[in-house]
């Protein structure tokens, strides 16, 4: 168990519309070209989170700068009356060449789980990636200040990823948090850290 000098608190993304419309397709790249959009639902969902959040009293809002994490703070702030801190480091996971394919191609080429966690899609990121990446990401913003509340909207992977290495879990234990305990953070769900 890693200990902070602040408190922090996830959000993932309200729904998007890849997850109505295109579930079997991976999310397109980091571009941000096509938007892959809130849908109405999914912004209800985070407006309905207003008051729970409003209760924290959060100091500091940091996001991940691809649209979907990013539209989810631009309400968040406008009701708590905060800026948002733009960051590439919480980004979802880079899955290469898989951006925009059908998600049965990625595990097609990806059908043990425990192996995404070293293995890397061509021009893409392993789940180890990934967790160094938060992990150094919260590491820095630790270091930058004292007793605040931050909140971090971000997207699955790297939430869950973050989630268990703060609490110190295996791999293993990982990939039990999703395949047999069902503990991935669902969009637009809040949790403390």
């Known amino acids: 168990m890693i200990k902070f000098k602040n408190n922090y608190f996830l959000l993932r993304h309200g729904e998007t519309n890849y997850q109505v419309k295109k579930k079997s397709f991976v999310y397109p790249s980091w571009s941000n070209k096509p938007l892959v959009k809130l849908t109405k639902k999914g ?14 009293k959060i100091d500091l809002i940091y996001s991940s700068d691809i649209f979907r994490a990013k539209r989810t703070a631009e309400i968040v702030a406008k009701e708590l009356g905060l800026n948002i801190i733009l960051d590439k480091r919480p ?3 880079n899955l290469g060449v898989y951006h925009g394919k059908t998600k049965a191609e990625f595990y097609r080429d990806f059908p043990d789980p425990k192996k995404r966690f070293s293995k890397r899609p061509q021009g893409g990121e392993s789940w180890n990636d990934v967790k160094k990446r938060m992990v150094d990401f919260l ?13 971090i909207i971000s997207h699955g992977d790297p939430l869950w990823l973050l989630e268990g290495v703060i609490k110190g879990m295996t791999n293993q234990e990982l990939l039990d948090e999703i395949f047999i305990k069902k503990n991935y953070i669902k969009v637009g769900e809040l949790r403390k850290l």
């Open 43 to 56: 912004e209800g969902e985070i407006k309905n989170l207003i008051p729970k959040i409003k209760k924290l």
């Open 139 to 151: 590491t820095k913003i630790d270091k930058k200040y004292k007793n605040k509340k931050i909140l």
């Open 91 to 93: 980004r979802d996971i």
